[in-house]
């Protein structure tokens, strides 16, 4: 038999003996040792007493009874039906019983990470409550203490201060009134505005839509880009990685698309991680001039939180999409960056004494960004055919797409567009390096129309680059590889596009057709990038029956290219 154990009772009033040997025999059944057990007076256990045995706590006082029953009544929240019937069974039924809560104590705090003690029943991704009100999570559980990231300022946890398990794992607020604001990763605002009231919460990490439960990408997600809608279409459901150095206009693309979706029906969440304040405040202003906030939620982990923070924010984000997407909507969430997520994952990491691996990351890196971006998905009508489009974004160091988190990236997503900081130096906008980019979903992202109206524009740009090469060691060139040049250099044009300036299906479907057709035979190509858009407008004024065929049908055919070259050169004429 072990030792003989003690345990404190705190009540408002001096127990019977009866009370004492009656408590005695339960925690002696409970632990199978002798209990000596001691009275303390308290003012503040009222209604009940508080008994502390060992590192466990059993609350029967008017206090944890309520808890208890606010417990009982928060477990109905996902209950789908009326919910007063359920409240009135609970309170009938309900009577409180002996809780147990465990109490740990923090061995070692620092640089946001807490070591516990004593609390050996925590499970992994459990909110802990600290001294203080500060809020953290199990993330690392050994054998005799866990160690735990903490969401709050540190300042009040010191060695030796209680900890308090409680039973939920990290969870966001989510719901309508998100939209339109910008939060933190744990669904506070922070921009001045009035406190979100939530529709629901919702557990930052869940697991991705079983491949059953999900359908074909086969949706157009139209950024409004020229160069991306007609070579890598981006398909509801998909992920498809943005890639290039840093100001190589990645940021661009992901504002541009956001605001391509007014009047669409889809919900965007921007999640920005170790971003500096003032570049989100011009993001959000950005969307806020174009119309595009009041379906757009920010959630902000800048670079001025702590790890923690930044660590968490991606998978906040993607926790309120979630929600939408459940209601049968469709979600466009963009994390920005998912490089800063890895560094962020990193210190944790290395914090919590794990071993390091490639570049010092550790060996789960790759699981922590796969679990992020499994969890888009294009559900099956049965599950109410809701999406969640996925935009991640990876700074690369002088275009090395061959190091460890971009190769880890790339890996998981459906595609990748890579931006060159050669082509932005020259001045193309966007900067998109046809040759390294790709989309695996390709055409089935397409409308008809599109499809189309692209023909080999991929090949016609591929064969350019490669005359264009040769011809600065040769001289003399023949008068068709003039053409192909003057038609490459013409492409490229068309495809520069001024930020904050989205195009319809319509206008880029007219003006693929203009340029593959025409191959600017009549159009000149010195200036076609200034003229490019009133040719189309002049066009599209001219040929309205097409223009409301493209729209309601999504098609074109081979008599309305014909109809569309002989307008465009009738212009000219």
Known sequence: MDDKMTAVLYSSEQPSEKDLERLS???A??????????????????????????????????????????????????????????????????????????????TTVGDGIATVSGLEDTSYGEILLFTGGVRGMALDLRRDEIACILFDTEEEVCEGSTVKRTGRVAAVPVGEGFLGRVVDPLGV?????????????????????????????????????????????IGRGQRELIIGDRQTGKSSIITDTIINQKGKDVICIYVAIGQKSSTI???????????????????????????????IAPYAGCAMGEYFMEKGRDVLIVYDDLTKHAIAYRSISLLLERAPGREAFPGDVFYLHSR???RAAHLCDEKGGGSITALPVI?????????????????????????????????QRPAINVGLSVSRVGGDAQTKAMKKAVGTLRLDLAQYREMETFSQFSGDMDEATKKQIRYGEGLMKILKQKPKSPRSLVQQVFMLVIATMDKFETIETEDIDVKIDEIVHDTMARCQDIVLKIENEG?????????ILDTVRGLHE
């Open 25 to 27: 025999v339960f925690l």
């Open 29 to 106: 059944d409970k632990y199978k040792k002798p209990v000596s057990i001691g009275w303390k007076k308290s003012e503040k256990t009222t209604g009940g007493f508080r008994l502390v045995a060992g590192g466990d706590v059993y609350d029967w006082s008017a206090e944890g009874k309520l808890r208890q029953l606010q417990d009982a009544l928060l477990k109905l929240r996902s209950e789908r039906t009326d919910i007063i019937p359920l409240i009135k069974d609970t309170l009938s039924s309900w009577t409180p019983s002996v809780m147990a809560t465990e109490i740990g104590t923090v």
């Open 189 to 233: 605002p922070i921009d001045g505005g009035d406190e979100i009231i939530a529709d629901d919460y919702r557990p930052v990490e869940s697991e991705a839509p079983a491949v059953i439960d999900r359908q074909a990408v086969n949706t157009p997600l139209e950024t409004g880009i020229l160069a991306i809608d007609s070579m890598f279409p």
């Open 281 to 311: 405040a011009r993001v959000v202003d950005t969307l806020t001039k174009c119309g595009a906030m009041e379906y757009t939620i920010v959630v902000n982990a800048s670079a001025a939180d702590s790890a923690p923070l930044q660590y």
């Open 372 to 374: 992020l971006l499994e």
């Open 395 to 427: 700074e690369t160091q002088e275009e090395d797409v061959s190091s460890y988190i971009p190769t880890n990236v790339i890996s998981i997503t459906d595609g990748q567009i890579f931006l060159s900081s050669g082509l932005f130096r020259l001045g």
């Open 555 to 563: 098609t074109i055919s081979d008599e309305d290219k014909q109809r």
